[in-house]
């Protein structure tokens, strides 16, 4: 009797404790500065997401192609933008932030022929099942210019305007094509995809960008430091 009376007694007092120990973990957490980032759907996903516990900040996260987040930016639903292109636009300032290398990728079983010369090369990359992200082939262009000096004459068997959904794509051996290197350690790592002629890459520039009004907010440089560490 005494035992289920001393019991009775702790077990409000530990449902007391539990409840004070979550306010205060709530009450901490709603302290910490509420940061908004807008940035490619593929981006956050496997560059930001990975690290945004260690922010010490709320993240509220706005995702889209660029042309949107800017959008988003000038709108001012978002601090800080990641950028894969300097779109003109007043008032806002941008800094470089990191290159992403895009490789060439094709299913683990896709036939990799040698060739002697670039001409070889470049009439068989064209002959291949390209997917690409949009009809305006801009990696693409891109790769082709840097390597082969000219555009491609090649048009793309299937659209895909989701760089996962491309991947998951190449995977199932629809084609091939240009695709971010961050995106890809652990589908080389289970030998789902594989890197072609890995000699020939192509880079891009991101960049960070925020309204210029706004650049010496405490919050901001915080988040912008936090976000070169990450990568």
């Given at each position: 009797?005494?035992?289920?009376?001393?019991?009775?007694?702790?077990?409000?007092?530990?449902?007391?404790?539990?409840?004070?120990?979550?306010?205060?973990?709530?009450?901490?957490?709603?302290?910490?500065?509420?940061?908004?980032?807008?940035?490619?759907?593929?981006?956050?996903?496997e560059?930001?997401?990975?690290?945004?516990?260690?922010?010490?900040?709320?993240?509220?996260?706005y995702?889209?192609?660029?042309?949107?987040?800017?959008?988003?930016?000038?709108?001012?639903?978002?601090?800080?933008?990641?950028?894969?292109?300097?779109?003109?636009?007043?008032?806002?300032?941008?800094?470089?932030?990191?290159?992403?290398?895009?490789?060439?990728?094709?299913?683990?079983?896709?036939?990799e022929?040698?060739?002697?010369?670039?001409?070889?090369?470049?009439?068989?990359?064209?002959?291949?099942?390209?997917?690409?992200?949009?009809?305006?082939?801009?990696?693409?262009?891109?790769?082709?210019?840097?390597?082969?000096?000219?555009?491609?004459?090649?048009?793309?068997?299937?659209?895909?305007?989701?760089?996962?959904?491309?991947?998951?794509?190449?995977?199932?051996?629809?084609?091939?094509?240009?695709?971010?290197?961050?995106?890809?350690d652990?589908h080389l790592?289970?030998?789902?995809?594989?890197?072609?002629?890995?000699?020939?890459?192509?880079?891009?520039?991101?960049?960070?960008?925020?309204?210029?009004?706004?650049r010496?907010l405490?919050?901001?440089?915080?988040?912008?430091?936090a976000?070169?560490?990450?990568?």
């Amino acid at each position: 009797m005494n035992g289920t009376v001393a019991l009775s007694q702790v077990v409000p007092l530990i449902e007391a404790l539990e409840e004070t120990t979550q306010t205060l973990k709530s009450n901490a957490a709603t302290s910490l500065p509420v940061i908004r980032i807008g940035s490619a759907h593929e981006f956050f996903r496997e560059k930001l997401a990975p690290h945004i516990g260690s922010f010490q900040m709320r993240v509220i996260a706005y995702l889209g192609v660029a042309s949107k987040i800017l959008e988003f930016l000038l709108e001012e639903k978002v601090d800080l933008i990641v950028m894969s292109q300097k779109l003109s636009a007043p008032g806002v300032e941008y800094i470089p932030y990191m290159q992403e290398e895009f490789a060439l990728v094709a299913p683990p079983d896709f036939r990799e022929p040698t060739f002697n010369d670039k001409d070889s090369l470049e009439a068989w990359l064209c002959s291949q099942p390209w997917i690409s992200y949009d009809l305006d082939l801009p990696i693409i262009r891109r790769f082709w210019r840097e390597h082969f000096q000219k555009h491609p004459q090649t048009h793309p068997t299937h659209v895909v305007p989701d760089l996962h959904g491309v991947l998951k794509a190449i995977e199932h051996g629809a084609g091939i094509s240009l695709l971010p290197t961050f995106m890809l350690d652990d589908h080389l790592s289970r030998n789902k995809v594989k890197i072609m002629y890995p000699s020939y890459t192509v880079h891009n520039d991101l960049y960070l960008a925020y309204q210029v009004k706004n650049r010496k907010l405490p919050h901001l440089k915080t988040l912008i430091e936090a976000l070169k560490k990450a990568v």
